[in-house]
């Protein structure tokens, strides 16, 4: 069974950090390249950061450059997104996504974690 685990959202107020995993299993987590995409109430989904297969290399929407990390530790088949100086337009639900190098859509998503910036 393919799985794929969000976890660390909550409350925040504005300017404030948060920390999100997201925990793979059922598939050879090191054979793809993984990103987080948000949904804000009421709107599509928006991408927000992704990562290569071992790390080498990240890309990051403009919202969340300078911002936002994206990692990833393959030994433990999680990836992370750590955001800083967080404002309330960064309300949503954050999905992790697994892509197959070969293929140019993502195979695989998660159940979404909410992450609330207010005060």
């Known amino acids: 069974e393919v799985q794929l685990v969000e976890s660390g959202g909550g409350l925040v107020q504005p300017g404030g950090s948060l920390g999100l995993a997201c925990v793979g299993s059922?598939?050879?987590?090191?054979?793809?390249?993984m990103s987080w995409v948000r949904q804000a109430p009421g709107k599509g989904p928006e991408w927000v950061a992704a990562?290569?297969?071992?790390?080498?290399?990240?890309t990051y929407g403009d919202s969340a450059k300078g911002r936002f990390t994206i990692s990833r530790d393959n030994a433990k088949s999680t990836v992370y997104l750590q955001m800083n100086s967080l404002k309330p337009e960064d309300t949503a639900v954050y999905y992790c996504?697994?892509?197959?190098?070969?293929?140019?859509?993502?195979?695989?998503w998660g159940q979404g974690t909410q992450v609330t910036v207010s005060s």
């Open positions: 059922g598939f050879t987590f090191s054979n793809y390249a």
């Open positions: 990562i290569t297969t071992r790390g080498g290399s990240t």
């Open positions: 996504a697994a892509r197959e190098l070969s293929r140019p859509e993502y195979d695989y």
